[in-house]
């Protein structure tokens, strides 16, 4: 439909919900990744996450995700692939509170510091003005509710458009 009708009025809520669709999909992804890496089995981790951040770059967890890949490369004696990560969290999330990390670990391996990407600082800038994480009682009243908090999806960017089976 978004690509079909562009300029359709309807379209710009068809994105929204397609975004809260994905950062419920990424979520449960993150999850299931979270507990394999707590677990340190590292391999079913990197994968759930590899899928993860090539998948949803704008799901709102993707700057850990990309910091959890660093780690389970680095602790794998795996530099050069961990700095790819640490690198993508410098560049696509400009704005995290990952990127003095980041930029350190960089600093470590002897790889340069990629500088941020500028269409990425703006995504950011923008979605730090749209910002509307639930307050306390938002937060307290949605133990009633029986859909998933979608308030920490992504307000700007493109979502995938390509389904899970096809490369991107």
């Known amino acids: 439909f978004l690509e079909k009708y562009p300029n359709s009025p309807l379209a710009p809520q068809g994105a929204q919900r397609l975004r809260e669709v994905q950062e419920v ?64 969290i410098v560049k696509d999330y400009p704005l995290s509170p990952l ?32 910002s509307n994480r639930p307050g306390f009682v938002r937060r307290s009243m949605g133990i009633i509710k029986t859909r998933p908090d979608v308030s920490a999806a992504s307000h700007t960017g493109a979502p995938t458009m390509t389904p899970a089976g096809e490369s991107g």
Request: proline share 6%; charged share 20%; hydrophobic share 40%.
């Open 25 to 88: 999909l990424a979520t449960g992804n993150f999850n299931i990744a979270q507990f394999y890496y707590i677990r340190e089995v590292y391999r079913a981790a990197g994968a759930r996450l590899i899928e993860l951040t090539n998948r949803y770059p704008l799901f709102s967890q993707a700057d850990t995700a990309n910091w959890m890949l660093g780690q389970i490369y680095e602790k794998t004696e795996h530099n050069d692939i961990a700095a790819r990560y640490y690198s993508r």
């Open 99 to 130: 990127v003095g990390d980041a930029k350190g670990k960089l600093t470590k391996f002897g790889v340069p510091v990629p500088p941020p990407d500028p269409t990425a600082v703006a995504r950011m800038q923008a979605e730090q003005a749209t």
